[in-house]
Structures are given as C-alpha cells and as structure tokens.
C-alpha cells in the first residue's frame, strides 16, 4: 500500500476516513473540539494557490460532503471550516488542509475563540482514539 503523506508526517491507512478523486480526510491528532478532521488535496502542495482548478473543486465539495456527515455525527448545529494558509496565518503542516470543525452551543464563550484555539498547541491523543474515530465515520462514506 502507498505511503499517505500530510505534509512532513507519515499517516497511516487507519487514520484516513473519506478518499474522492483528488482529496483525501483525516482525523486530527490535536482536536480543538470533538469532530474536528482535515481535509487535504492528495497532491502535496503548501499553499492554497498552489492548487489547480480541479483540485479546488475536489476539495470544496469534499469538505461539503464530509461536514455534513461531522455536524450529524458530533450533534453539532453548525460547523467552522478555515485554512490557515502560509506561516504568518498559523499554517503549521505545510499541505493545504481545510479544518472542519462542528460547533455546538456555548462550546467557547464566545464563537470566534476558535480562531484562537487553532493556533494553540495541544496535547496529542493517541492513535487508537484517531483510529475508532475513523472507523466510525468511514462508513457514512462507502459506497457514496
Ligand atoms: P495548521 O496549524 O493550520 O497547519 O493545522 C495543522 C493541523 O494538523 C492541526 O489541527 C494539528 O492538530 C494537525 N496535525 C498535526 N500533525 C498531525 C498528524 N500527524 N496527524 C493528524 N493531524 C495532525
């Protein structure tokens, strides 16, 4: 089996939940929130200019499609997507990705300390937490 790159880190099979033509999804290894995945175009590229048409399209529909299943899944009501792209935005993997997030009432004080909370580093979780994660939301795409 190829060897699945997000950006420098190596990713294994187990941790990715959605494939489509030009993208690939993934659980978070530091969460801000539960739910919160990223999805990335298969092509390894830094920054979002860097992606063709095609590749813009796959990914956007994609992170549809998967924010759909995220907000259903976690019992959220709303959902954040962002991209922090270049190092002077917080980009820190240097593969375009799109964080989404599921929102819920009152899960900060205020809505916009997400942006804050993205920044932050956290404590990773281990890969059996990621693994059951991706077990539970890859079926919601078989067959689709
Ligand atoms: P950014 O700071 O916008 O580049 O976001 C990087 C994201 O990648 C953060 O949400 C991290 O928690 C996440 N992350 C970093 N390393 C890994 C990894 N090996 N597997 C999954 N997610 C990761």
Redesign the pocket.
Known sequence: MATTY?GQ?I?RQS?IFFTSELSFA?V???PVLPGHV?VCPKRIVPRFKDLTKEEVSDLWISAQKISVVIEDHFKGNSVTFAI?DGKEA????EHV?V?IIPRKVKDFENNDEIYAE?EKDRQPRSYDEMEKEANELRPYFENK
């Open positions: 997000f880190y990713i941790e993934l978070n290894l530091k990223l922090q917080g980009q820190t993997v990705h964080h993205i």
